[in-house]
């Protein structure tokens, strides 16, 4: 039976699992075959940021009149303008709804298949709102640019069937991805994997390493510098910051970030990835010689520090699970939090 949700198409799956074991060599399964207790790391929230609650409002006194309702704001109509773009977009083009999604840099892809610009009412949101015309994504979500179509595919039935819930279930793009994973359709799926998988990685960060950051405040589900300013310590954790927030929430897929990383923990990251410094496998093994990717296993390099380091804990806690994570499941079972956070640093200071 398919695993996807249309029935009428039943077409199978070339499932990864047996793909990847062509790539692993007989050293790693005997590894492998050790077993670890792991108990799992305090959640690190700078890479699952979740923004407070509304205050709760004041219960009104019986008898209170309901409050006049402010006469609705007049539609900005203005249009708004990003760098080096020859289009421009109003408020009601850059909203999620819209017949498509904001693309500021036509000219960078090719033709965006109906499911990847516009979605499919009420349930698949069009991919490219969230991960962007460009696939390069968000902090919050995935780049997803030049992934295998294979490992694309087997990702959103991952969601779909439960298997990547993540570690903070307040997380809304996380939750919406599900939902998303739930209701595509095989052929959509396909469409969407194909156009992404066809598409070159970029990066738009720059990575340094700093005691002091910029204090941040949740904007969203993403961390941004706070607007009034200051510094403080770095502590155990990787900033990753828009530079200017506007920029980021009109949804420009050249956006820059600022990513801060704890001082010492390239270098760190460079020695874990290169000799596994003991406690694990080099991820070249199966990421490839750059990790740039091999066979159908994923490119890690250049990637959003958040997301990387949201796998490997949401991996190593059991909040995202599936036959090939297995894998991942003993690569990550001794590492700590900071080898972690170390791992995230370096490969997102990577070239895609
Ligand atoms: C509402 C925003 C949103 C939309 C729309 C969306 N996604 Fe996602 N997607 C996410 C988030 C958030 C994640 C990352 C979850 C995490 O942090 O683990 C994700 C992750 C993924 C991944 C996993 C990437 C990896 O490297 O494992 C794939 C594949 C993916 N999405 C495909 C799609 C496709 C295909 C569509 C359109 C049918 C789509 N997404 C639409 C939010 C979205
Ligand atoms: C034995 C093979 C193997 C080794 C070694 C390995 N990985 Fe992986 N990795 C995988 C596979 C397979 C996946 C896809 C898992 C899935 O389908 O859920 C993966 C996925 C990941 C992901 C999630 C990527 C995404 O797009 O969501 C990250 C992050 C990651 N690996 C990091 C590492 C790091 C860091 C190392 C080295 C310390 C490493 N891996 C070593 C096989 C491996």
């Known amino acids: 039976m398919s695993p996807w949700p249309n029935p009428a198409q039943t077409v199978s799956l070339n499932y990864l699992p047996m793909r990847i074991f062509a790539v692993v060599p007989a050293a790693f399964?005997?590894?492998?075959t050790l077993s670890v207790a792991l108990t799992a790391a305090e959640l690190p929230t700078w890479a699952f940021p979740v923004a407070p609650p509304n205050p709760p409002r004041a219960p009104a006194a019986p008898g209170t009149p309901p409050p006049a309702r402010s006469p609705a704001a007049p539609v900005d109509e203005t249009p708004k303008h990003v760098p080096n773009a020859s289009v421009s977009l109003t408020n009601q083009q850059l909203k999620a709804h819209?017949?498509?999604?904001?693309?500021?840099?036509?000219?960078?892809?090719?033709a965006m298949p109906a499911i990847v610009n516009q979605g499919r009412e009420p349930a698949v949101w069009a991919c490219a709102f969230c991960h962007l015309p460009t696939g390069a994504g968000r902090p919050e979500n995935a780049s997803i640019a030049g992934l295998p179509v294979a490992y694309i595919k087997q990702q959103v039935l991952a969601f779909k069937n439960g298997d990547r819930p993540g570690a903070e279930p307040k997380?809304?793009?996380q939750n919406n991805m599900i939902l998303i994973g739930k209701a595509a359709t095989e052929d959509e799926a396909e469409a969407a994997a194909e156009y992404f998988a066809a598409l070159k990685p970029q990066t738009f960060m720059k990575v340094v390493e700093a005691e002091m950051v910029p204090k941040t405040f949740v904007a969203g589900s993403i961390l941004a510098k706070a607007p009034g300013g200051g510094m403080e310590?770095?502590?155990n954790r990787i900033i990753e910051v828009p530079v200017e927030l506007d920029?980021?929430?009109?949804?420009?897929?050249r956006t820059p970030y600022e990513v801060y990383v704890p001082v010492g923990s390239l270098k760190r990251g460079s020695e874990l990835v290169a000799t596994g410094g003991g406690k694990t496998q080099q991820c070249t093994i199966c990421h490839g010689p750059a990790l740039k990717g091999l066979g159908d296993v994923p490119r890690l390099a250049g990637r959003s520090p958040s997301y990387l380091m949201r796998q490997l804990y949401d991996v190593q806690n059991g909040t995202r699970t599936g036959a090939s994570t297995a894998l991942m499941k003993i690569v990550v079972a001794n590492l700590t939090n900071d080898d972690m956070l170390a791992l995230s640093a370096y490969i997102s200071s990577l070239e895609p």
């Not at 399964?29 to 492998?32: D, G, I, K, P, R």
């Not at 920029?247 to 897929?253: A, G, I, M, W």
Request: glycine fraction near 10%; charged fraction near 25%.
């Open 29 to 32: 399964v005997a590894f492998a």
């Open 98 to 110: 819209g017949p498509a999604v904001p693309d500021w840099h036509p000219e960078e892809h090719p």
């Open 171 to 173: 997380r809304g793009p």
């Open 233 to 235: 310590p770095i502590g």
């Open 247 to 253: 920029r980021f929430e009109l949804r420009d897929s």
